[in-house]
């Protein structure tokens, strides 16, 4: 799967990781008219500290994902054995990145000792 960053058009309406990274997501060409979108579980950071931490990571960021991976999981996988109902579907894989399960709409960020982090991933 190859990864894909949002473009600049999304990020200027705030479609950032908590680090103010694009968002991003993992796509892979199927054969059939079928998708599977899997997003990348990640539980919630609770406090500004925990998320200041978070950003420097790749459960808040997108910085230092590689730009190809094989298939997360099973409902990714291409291969028939592994998942005979979908593996020709094309597959998009999300990789967590914002620490409130794509629910936040912040519109500006928060400034955590000295460094901003921004609570909108539900712009993603």
Do not use: H
Request: aromatic fraction near 12%; hydrophobic fraction near 30%.
């Amino acid at each position: 799967m190859t990864l894909v960053k949002l473009t600049q058009a999304a990020q200027s309406r705030g479609a950032v990781c908590l680090d103010g990274s694009p968002g991003g997501y993992y796509f892979r060409q199927g054969a059939s008219d079928k998708f599977v979108i899997n997003f990348q579980g990640g539980g919630w950071c609770y406090n500004e500290r925990e998320c200041l931490d978070r950003s420097k990571t790749n459960l808040g960021s997108t910085n230092n994902l590689p730009a190809t991976i094989g298939a997360p999981s099973a409902a990714c996988s291409s291969d028939t054995n592994v998942n005979p109902d979908f593996y020709d579907s094309t597959m998009v894989f999300v990789p967590y990145c914002d620490g409130a399960s794509y629910s936040g709409d912040n519109a500006s960020p928060s400034n955590v000792g000295g460094t901003n982090i921004y609570f909108c991933g539900g712009r993603i």
